[in-house]
């Protein structure tokens, strides 16, 4: 059965600094996506960023990249520049095709993030 | 991106009488919706995934009579808390997926006192 693990469940950066939140998971199959979520104190689930598994190729979206380790199964992401909108729970997911033709979603245990001014 | 509303984002309901929760993807038909209970500061548990025009398929420990899951359109899915009872108070998410993406709605947070 696939697995996430997030390690950190809380961290804090200084406003403009960097910080890296750690994601690795667990399974046997070789199509799959990964996908960092957002959950601010609203609630709504927001999506940060996602990295294919057959793409080599680091994602990125402006202030957010990931480090994503196929054979390690490792899956960071990184927030430069961070800013106090940044503060909120952070998800890290793996998604995969399901026989029935649609897709499963299994979530991390979450990493609450604080952006200190 | 893709929306998906739901509604009511808030409910308080007596202890013994069900509650209805909806489901809708505003853009996009979705043949397949999902169902996430969320305890406070934990992650998303997925209760249950709603198949158009067919029965849904829970997770196993969730009770399939008590959490009623109708996939009646490709736009809508609800799910009916039967019985409330003060352990049902949580707060519950639906999401439907676009092109392998999940688009999450607001969530609902019951209370059941």
């Known amino acids: 059965a696939q697995t996430v693990t997030q390690s950190q469940p809380e961290m804090s950066v200084q406003e403009a600094e960097t910080v890296t939140l750690s994601c690795t998971y667990d399974?046997?199959?070789?199509?799959?996506?990964l996908f960092w979520y957002k959950q601010p104190p609203s609630r709504q689930m927001i999506l940060v960023i996602r990295?294919?598994?057959?793409?080599?190729q680091n994602a990125t979206e402006n202030r957010f990249s990931v480090n994503f380790q196929k054979a390690a199964k490792s899956f960071s992401l990184k927030i430069s520049d961070s800013q106090l909108g940044d503060t909120a729970m952070y998800f890290c997911?793996?998604?995969?095709?399901?026989?029935?033709?649609?897709?499963?979603?299994?979530f991390g245990t979450g990493t609450r993030l604080k952006v200190l001014a | 991106g893709a929306v998906v509303s739901q509604h009511p984002s808030r409910v308080i309901c007596k202890s013994g009488t069900s509650v209805k929760i909806e489901c809708r993807s505003l853009d996009f038909q979705a043949t397949t919706m999902f169902w996430y209970r969320q305890f406070p500061k934990q992650s998303l548990m997925l209760m249950a995934t709603s198949n158009e025009g067919s029965k849904a398929t829970y997770e196993q420990g969730v009770e399939k009579d008590k959490f009623l899951i109708n996939h009646a359109s490709l736009t809508l899915s609800t799910l009916t808390v039967t019985s409330a009872h003060p352990e049902d108070s949580s707060f519950y998410i639906c999401?439907?997926?676009?092109?392998?993406?999940?688009?999450f709605g607001q969530g609902t947070r019951l209370t059941v006192v």
């Open positions: 399974t046997s199959e070789n199509n799959y996506y």
């Open positions: 990295q294919e598994a057959y793409k080599q």
């Open positions: 999401s439907a997926t676009k092109i392998s993406e999940a688009f």
């Open positions: 997911a793996f998604m995969k095709p399901t026989t029935s033709g649609t897709y499963k979603y299994i």
